[in-house]
């Protein structure tokens, strides 16, 4: 996180996930005054703040934590899939959003995660569209693209739904609302 972000951003790409942040905050909070829910994780360590609506307090948070150690990805994808599981009493999509840089520490682990939230779907006859986790990838790391473009087009296969979306932040050409919207639906 701390290497250059890419075309499209000045400075690191933790600058570049904040700025994202923001952008996600302000624009889920016109229709949900909750917010979204950030999840940070440094050293195997998750952290959550939950319904974040507006830059102050966004910026605020990302001045109080900063990137280092490994990527426990699979950290950040089960707080998703236990929210997920636990708010399934209303039955609207649910939709996660991870910003990540690379590969995570334990591949498999984020599998295992997905599918959870599959099974859980399985067992309530929930449709395909009822959860969406969508990755973007900010940064150019070779490994982390093939790791995402292998969970975008193979998690389907193994666990019998489109769960998984995946994104450059160089594709987000700044209209978040329609790249959720089109998440969603694909």
């Not at 000045?10 to 996600?24: Q, Y």
């Not at 150690?69 to 950290?75: A, D, K, M, S, V």
Request: hydrophobic fraction near 40%; aromatic fraction near 8%.
């Amino acid at each position: 996180m701390k290497s250059l972000a890419g075309a499209g951003f000045s400075g690191t790409r933790w600058k570049a996930v904040e700025e994202i942040a923001i952008s996600l905050a302000e624009e889920v909070a016109k229709s949900d005054p909750d917010g979204i829910d950030l999840v940070l994780f440094q050293c195997g360590h998750l952290e959550s703040f939950e319904n974040q609506s507006d830059e102050r307090a966004v910026r605020e948070i990302f001045r109080k934590v900063s990137p280092f150690g490994g990527t426990p990805l699979h950290l950040a994808v089960r707080y998703m899939v236990d929210r997920f599981i636990c708010q399934k009493a209303d039955i609207e999509p649910s939709f996660g959003i991870v910003l990540t840089d690379g590969v995570p520490d334990d591949e498999m682990a984020v599998v295992r995660e997905i599918k959870r939230a599959a099974d859980f779907m399985k067992a309530k006859s929930l449709p395909d569209e009822t959860f969406t986790i969508w990755f973007i990838q900010v940064g150019d790391d070779p490994d982390g693209t093939r790791y995402l473009k292998l969970l975008d087009d193979k998690i389907e296969s193994a666990v019998g739904f489109d769960l998984v979306d995946t994104t450059p932040v160089t594709e987000l050409n700044g209209d978040i609302e329609s790249m959720i919207l089109k998440a969603i639906k694909d």
